[in-house]
C-alpha cells in the first residue's frame, strides 16, 4: 500500500529534521526567555497593545493548554496560555503580541489574513477527507481505473487546499511576529537590547510553520508521483 511506501519517508524527511530542529530551538528558546523579567504580564502587554491600536472590543481570555495561544477572528478574542497570561516573562510579553499582532491584522483587513480566514474550511475538508479518497483510489485504480484515477485527483484536489493554507499563513505569521517585534520596542515594553530572547521565541516559532508547510508540500509531490506513476 502507498502508506507504506519508503519512497514518502525520504519525500517527507528534510521537513521532520526541519521540524525536529524547530521544536528543539523553540524549547530552548522558550525556556530562556521565560527567565527573562518583563515589566508587564502576557494578558497587560497584549490589553496595553491592543488598545493603543483602538481595539478595546477585542476580548483577552486564559486558555488551557502549553503555548495554545491564538487569536479567534470570528469571536475577536485573544485566547492566552496560562503561562502566557499571568507571567512577567519576555517569552510571555513576545507571544502575546504576536497574537495581538493577528488581531490587528484583523482590524487592518491585512489581505493574507482575509485569504486564510477564507481558505480554513476548504483546508479541514481536505485534510478529513483527502487521504480517504486517496486511499479508496489506490485500492480500486487496478480494478476500475477511470473511478479510481477520478478519486486520487479527487483527493490531491482536496489536499491541495491544505497546502495552500499553510502556504497562505507564512505570511500571516511571519507579518505578525514583525509587528510583535515593533510594537514591544515602540511602546518600551521590552528595551531593545533584551529583545534578542523574544526574536528567539518567535523565529523559533515561525520554524515551525515552515517545516510543517514544507510537509504538506513534499507530501503533495508524493501524492502527484504516485497519481501520474498509476
Known amino acids: 500500500m502507498f502508506f507504506f511506501d519508503f519512497r514518502y519517508l525520504l519525500f517527507i524527511a528534510p521537513a521532520i529534521i526541519l521540524g525536529l530542529i524547530a521544536q528543539v530551538w523553540l524549547k530552548s528558546a522558550y525556556a530562556k526567555a521565560m527567565k527573562q523579567a518583563a515589566p508587564l504580564s502576557g494578558a497587560a502587554a497584549a490589553r496595553h497593545i491592543l488598545d493603543a491600536a483602538g481595539l478595546q472590543n477585542v476580548a483577552i481570555e486564559r486558555v ?20 502566557v497570561y499571568s507571567e512577567r516573562t519576555a517569552a510571555s510579553v513576545g507571544i502575546a503580541a504576536h497574537e495581538a499582532g ?3 491584522q484583523d482590524a487592518r483587513n491585512y489581505f493574507p489574513l482575509i485569504i486564510r480566514n477564507m481558505a480554513v474550511p476548504a483546508a479541514q475538508f481536505g485534510g478529513n477527507f483527502s487521504f480517504i479518497l486517496l486511499f479508496i483510489g489506490m485500492i480500486i485504480a487496478s480494478s476500475i481505473p477511470v473511478l479510481g484515477q477520478g478519486m486520487i485527483w479527487a483527493g490531491i484536489a482536496l489536499f491541495s487546499c491544505v497546502v495552500f493554507f499553510q502556504l497562505i499563513n507564512l505570511p500571516v505569521e511571519f507579518d505578525a511576529s514583525s509587528r510583535a ?6 511602546m518600551n515594553i521590552v528595551p531593545r537590547d533584551e529583545m534578542p530572547a523574544v526574536r528567539g521565541v518567535l523565529n523559533a516559532a515561525a ?6 508547510t514544507l510537509q504538506s508540500v513534499m507530501t503533495l509531490m508524493y ?8
Open 181 to 186: 517585534r515593533g510594537i514591544l520596542i515602540d
Open 207 to 212: 520554524l515551525t510553520y515552515v517545516a510543517g
Open 102 to 104: 493577528h488581531a490587528i
Open 223 to 230: 501524492y502527484l508521483m504516485l497519481a501520474r506513476r498509476d
Open 64 to 83: 488551557s493548554g502549553h503555548l495554545s495561544d491564538h487569536y479567534d477572528p470570528s469571536a475577536k478574542v485573544l485566547r492566552l496560555s496560562p503561562e
